[in-house]
């Protein structure tokens, strides 16, 4: 999945909760391991990787549970 991917999702929940007087601080963030899983809070999303050659570009980042 690239980042992108999120942040268009997101735009388009944004939209939908805007309809319904929300926001996106209303939503809390979850992750399954897989659908017959317990369901495990985020706790914080960072940078994970950078570029080999100036480590200095974010290449992924990664949501962290604990």
Sequence with gaps: MKAIEIKEFLSRIEKELK??????????VNFRFCDDSDVHQVKYV???LFDSA???I???IIFRIR
């Design 19 to 28: 309809d319904n007087n929300r926001t996106l601080e209303d939503v809390d």
């Design 46 to 48: 960072e940078e994970d």
């Design 54 to 56: 100036t480590n200095n």
């Design 58 to 60: 974010v290449e992924s």
